[in-house]
């Protein structure tokens, strides 16, 4: 035989390390960096506490076509020039939206990090924001969504989190608006929005080479001009769960997958059962050997992949499973992911499941955070949820000593199977009496 | 101008069996990526066997001789590994990177399914396997708008019979005639350590690395003649350009413009590919300048320029604009034909040239910049050219792309005559 039968073990582990973080306050605003020595590329990400969850209900988009009006051209320059100065850089305008934060970011060779942050803050605290550039804006972007809103999967999300946060909740609408709120926004909310958020000093995150980069000068840059402080971000949100189970149908005459939402409310990030209860989301959906994706496409073959998770944000989180599946199997697909959500709160995690998970999770902060906009990323989850520098050397020794007592109560206490909303968007005609002869719940029509 | 887009260490080892192992060491993080090229993709398929590289590569997740079905992903992301395979038209890639103490494991595995794969292959997983490559055709190219232009493009740019015709996710029914047989046959033939190249990079040395490959993978025999994939080198042009219409369930108008370049790795397709930047990267490019902010005939989100890196026939560079509300889409085609053709009439400025190539040096830092990216990179080079270093030469070579290169390239593969153009319309509403 030509092949070693035995499978080797590990060598001796290499000690985990974090990048280096140095933190300084310049000129009211907080700089957070990491220092990666070698490294030619640097990232630099201004942070701003202008997240889709300081949107006004009825305004949802704001940020989003804000964000676009930033490069609309500046008080120094127009919308050509602005593209010319900033891609001759290397680096284009990426901005970032999410429930906590508003981010706008530039990556560059490192030598030319101060020249990108100078326009980087151009853009974000001076854009000149002419109400019919606004105006052009908003419309491409409402014609934007109206194109994201053709492919399978945006309406469904949207029906699903109405369904859990409620409607007339900001948090129960869309996080990017829907074509028809964008389209309704008016320039002046969106000066308004500039003028109320985005001049304040925020954080600057920075991954590279310090020993390359002068981060007070890019402080100055970032920082300059700024008015007004931190304000209060609000506590987290309780959220009730359903009474009961059930399934909602979203049309799409044609579809030859169905798209599959379920989910329910959980809680938010700075929950204490944070741990165990990622490491139960990925026992159940997380990883590719997680025990949905094993059942739904390895052993049934119904779909090209299916995960579930648990995601929160500073006020809120969610437990959600996702996927596309064949059409004609639909029904049995759903009964079955229900099945394993019901069989993992009631019975818990094993061993041999839970070692994969932690040590998944664990390692995926070394493998994963290599980049400077990976090491930027975890940058901004310091800040955003005021961790300490050593956060990710912790989080890495809690995820080992994760017990499968710890993880299993996670998953008693945090999975609902009998709350869960379970939104299928797919072709009525052909699932609706299927997914009605199933004994999952009530069978509700979205009417749009 | 940088005169290494490699500056780390790189060598090659030749073992007896004719696999070539490459190693480059950083000791910056204590993680390694092993990466895998298989010099074989869906340009080796006969006709009524297309899809058949792609759903392989899946069956080589599905167990090995010492390896049981489902322990390959279970193994390496038990080992905190991320883990994955892509297949294209010219080759088959398959990687992990893992932490550092965990590269024996990698390879251990990674030589089990080179050397003991056909053994472990059953019916009931190419049975299961089938489907899930039948979802993932629907999921990617069926069920979204615009999903099948690729689909629709390959075969107007390449005459039948040429390697790069079909599409790689191959046909519903081929997919539906695989049987067992032919797939234990494609291990054998092309599955040989002398048709790949393993690359290994970061928290290592070459020494270890070497060590390790001699012991898991020495003893798999190298295969003696292994078929080459049909000539696609030259394509003649026809003369006539090839225009494609189609109606479909799509929410905007959308043109495609595609043409027959160079091979990547050409001096030529050095050229083209600061060319397409010109064109259409970012909102400093002439399509955006010109279509979507100039005559706001384009949605600007989804304007863009790119050439599709493949190495053995003429690459396709491809250009696309989708219609703003109440545009035609005759009327968009108009306007990015002309574009296209000014890039022949009107010269590239020096700052275009200098945004472009700016883009361009952003974009290869940030492959640099993990050991993933880079085990790729080498193992391209090493497949493709021969010899990894020659990965270092790239970003010189589209750093040194002059104004007049781009206007004799635009003159030379950009010919109105011999364009193939797809336009999708929105169906009618009732």
């Known amino acids: 035989m030509t092949l070693i039968a035995d499978r080797p073990g590990p060598g001796a582990a290499r000690p985990y390390r974090f990048p280096q973080v140095v933190r300084r306050t310049v000129a009211g605003g907080q700089v957070v960096a990491a220092h990666l020595p070698g490294q030619n590329l640097a990232v630099a990400l201004l942070l701003l506490d202008a997240g889709a969850g300081r949107e006004p209900v009825g305004s949802e988009g704001l940020g989003g076509v804000l964000a676009k009006a930033l490069e609309e051209g500046t008080v120094e320059r127009d919308a050509t020039a602005y593209a010319l100065a900033i891609e001759a850089l290397g680096t284009e305008l990426v901005t970032g939206l999410d429930w906590d934060t508003f981010q706008a970011s530039v990556q560059v060779p490192v030598d030319r990090l101060g020249a990108a942050v100078e326009l980087l803050a151009e853009a974000v605290r001076t854009p000149k924001l002419d109400p019919e550039d606004v105006r052009r804006v908003r419309d491409d972007e409402a014609t934007a969504l109206r194109m994201d809103w053709a492919n399978p999967g945006p309406r469904a999300d949207a029906v699903l989190r109405a369904d859990l946060f409620g409607v007339d909740n900001r948090w129960g609408r869309p996080m990017y608006g829907t074509p028809d709120s964008v389209a309704a926004l008016d320039a002046e909310d969106v000066t308004v929005f500039h003028s109320e958020w985005f001049i304040r000093p925020g954080a600057l995150v920075v991954a590279g080479d310090l020993d390359r980069i002068d981060l007070d000068a890019l402080a100055a840059a970032a920082f300059a001009g700024t008015v007004g402080g931190p304000v209060d971000r609000g506590a987290p949100i309780e959220v009730p769960l359903h009474a009961n189970r059930r399934i909602i149908l979203v049309d799409r005459p044609g579809s030859v997958q169905s798209t599959l939402r379920l989910g329910h409310p959980a809680p938010h990030r700075a929950h204490p059962d944070y741990v165990p209860i990622a490491l139960a989301g990925t026992v159940l959906g997380g990883a590719f050997t997680s025990r949905l994706n094993h059942l739904i496409r390895e052993v049934r073959g119904y779909t090209y992949g299916i995960r579930g998770d648990f995601a929160s944000s500073r006020r809120f989180g969610r437990f959600a499973v996702s996927s596309g599946v064949q059409t004609a199997v639909t029904a049995p697909a759903l009964v079955e992911a229900v099945g394993e959500i019901a069989r993992t709160q009631a019975g818990g995690v094993t061993e041999d499941e839970l070692a994969v998970a932690r040590s998944w999770r664990a390692g995926q902060l070394s493998v994963e955070l290599q980049s400077p906009r990976a090491i930027a990323g975890a940058l901004t989850t310091l800040v955003v949820h005021d961790l300490p520098d050593d956060y990710h050397a912790r989080l890495r020794e809690s995820l080992l000593a994760a017990d499968v007592a710890q993880v299993s109560a996670a998953a008693a206490a945090h999975l609902h199977p009998e709350s869960l909303t379970l939104v299928v968007e797919g072709d009525a005609a052909l699932i609706r009496d299927d997914l009605a002869a199933t004994d999952l719940g009530e069978l509700v029509d979205h009417t749009p | ?430």
């Not at chain 2, 979204?144 to 075969?155: E, K, M, N, Q, T």
Request: aromatic share 8%; hydrophobic share 40%; proline share 8%.
């Open chain 2, 1 to 430: 101008m940088p005169d290494s887009g490699y500056p780390w260490p790189i060598s090659m080892t030749r073992l007896d069996n004719g696999l070539r192992v490459v190693v480059s060491e950083d000791r910056t993080a204590p993680a390694v990526a092993v990466n895998l090229w298989y010099d074989v993709g869906s340009r080796h398929e006969p006709a009524g066997q297309t899809g058949f590289a792609h759903l392989f590569e899946h069956l080589m997740f599905e167990g090995s001789m010492n390896v049981a079905k489902t322990e390959h992903m279970k193994l390496v992301q038990g080992a905190g590994g991320s883990l994955n395979a892509t297949t294209n038209p010219d080759r088959t890639n398959y990687f992990e990177t893992v932490p550092a103490e965990h590269l024996e494991l990698a390879l251990w595995l990674e030589a089990d399914r080179m050397g003991g794969l056909v053994p472990a292959l059953t019916q009931e997983t190419l049975d299961n396997q089938r489907d899930v490559v039948k979802n993932e055709r629907r999921q990617r190219y069926e069920n979204v708008p615009y999903g099948d232009a690729w689909l629709r493009l390959l075969p107007l740019l390449y005459p039948p019979g040429h390697p790069y015709h079909h599409a790689t996710i191959g046909s519903m029914a081929d997919l539906n005639a695989a049987d067992l047989a032919t797939f234990q046959a494609f291990h054998q033939t092309y599955y040989a350590p002398n048709n790949a190249v393993l690359t290994v990079v970061g928290d290592t040395s070459v020494d270890e690395v070497v060590a390790l490959a001699e012991k898991y993978f020495g003893a798999i025999p190298a295969r003696a003649e292994i078929p080459p994939a049909p000539d696609g080198r030259v394509v003649p042009s026809t003369g006539v350009p090839a225009t494609e219409t189609v109606v479909a369930d799509v929410p905007a108008p959308r043109v495609y413009v595609a043409h027959r370049t160079h091979p990547f790795g050409s001096p030529g397709y050095d050229v083209v590919t600061v060319l397409a930047a010109v064109l259409g990267s970012g909102r400093g490019s002439r399509l955006y300048q010109r279509l979507a902010d100039g005559e706001r005939i384009a949605q600007p989100d989804l304007v863009g320029a790119y050439g599709v890196d493949l190495a053995h026939a003429p690459a396709p560079l491809i250009a696309t604009v989708t219609a703003r509300p109440g545009v035609s889409g005759q009327r968009l085609a108009a306007g990015l034909a002309e574009v296209v053709d000014e890039l022949v009439t009107v010269p590239v400025t020096a700052a275009e040239l200098d945004r472009a190539k700016a883009l361009l040096t952003t974009a290869w830092w940030r492959q640099m910049s993990t050991v993933d990216g880079r085990a790729d990179a080498l193992g391209r080079y090493a497949t493709q050219f021969g010899d990894p270093a020659t990965v270092a030469d790239r970003l010189p070579a589209w750093l040194a792309v002059t104004a007049d290169q781009i206007a004799e390239a635009a003159a030379e593969v950009l010919a109105a005559d011999d364009r193939v153009t797809l336009i999708y319309h929105p169906e009618e509403k009732p």
